[in-house]
């Protein structure tokens, strides 16, 4: 049903780069829709973490870095830390009948 | 500050309707570019987008349930309404409102989200 697709995990020790794929389409992310990133901790509501491709709200860490390009975008965890263990979805609009808005499939980060 | 909480029923019995309430504080939905969404997330599954309605009363929905949704907001109670036709025992999940300032945003912030179960 998701029409951005993530990987459903990734993994890292503590201090590691980590990196989250989020591959959407023409009508999506390719057609230059700004991408925004959520993270949700285990039993809570998910928070805004990256929005307009790259830009971090107010609190948020530098750790935490977007990007876009073409079809798909990136968010990039590094010195990962125990407490980023959660799930992440990226989102877009959509103008095609899959829309108008749009979550990618989540991805599950583990901190080993 | 900017909250959103939803509200209603735990439990509903399949074919029933759902109505659900979002109260929020913090702004105004009569604000030119304010919207507030409906997303919901099954238990273990991943995010889906649901409806939004927009300051100016337009109203936008999931292509797959635009037939079982309507969103509907009380201005002077700072209220949004979802109702859901026909539930299924699929729908059991958590909904979330969320704001969204302008079209083709980000949601931000989320209500803590309600979980409706659909079970006889």
């Known amino acids: 049903q998701s029409v951005l697709t993530q990987p459903p995990s990734v993994s890292g020790a503590p201090g590691q780069r980590v990196t989250i794929s989020c591959t959407g389409s023409?009508?999506?992310?390719?057609?230059?829709?700004?991408v925004h990133w959520y993270q949700q901790l285990p039993g809570t509501a998910p928070k805004v973490l990256i929005y307009?491709?790259?830009n971090r709200p107010s609190g948020v860490p530098d750790r935490f870095s977007g990007s876009k390009s073409g079809t798909s975008a990136s968010l990039a965890i590094t010195g990962l830390q125990a407490e980023d263990e959660a799930d992440y979805y990226c989102?877009?609009?959509?103008?095609?009948?899959?829309?108008?808005?749009?979550f990618g499939t989540g991805t599950k980060v583990t901190v080993l | 500050q900017v909250t959103l909480r939803e509200s209603g029923p735990a439990l509903v019995k399949p074919t029933q309707t759902l109505t659900l309430t979002c109260t929020f504080s913090?702004?105004?939905?009569?604000?030119?570019?304010?919207?507030v969404s409906w997303i919901r997330q099954p238990p273990g599954k991943a995010l889906e987008w649901l409806a939004l309605?927009?300051?100016?009363?337009?109203?936008y929905y999931s292509t797959s349930l635009k037939t079982r949704l309507t969103i509907s907001k009380d201005t002077s109670k700072n209220q949004v309404v979802l109702t859901m036709t026909n539930m299924d025992p699929v729908d059991t999940a958590t909904y979330y409102c969320?704001?969204?300032?302008?079209?083709?945003?980000?949601?931000?912030?989320w209500g803590q989200g309600t979980l409706v179960t659909v079970s006889s």
């Open positions: 309605i927009d300051w100016d009363d337009d109203k």
């Open positions: 913090g702004f105004s939905l009569s604000t030119s570019g304010m919207c």
């Open positions: 969320a704001r969204m300032m302008g079209p083709h945003n980000w949601f931000d912030p």
């Open positions: 023409s009508s999506n992310i390719g057609a230059g829709y700004d």
């Open positions: 307009g491709n790259s």
């Open positions: 989102q877009s609009y959509d103008n095609s009948l899959s829309g108008p808005y749009v």
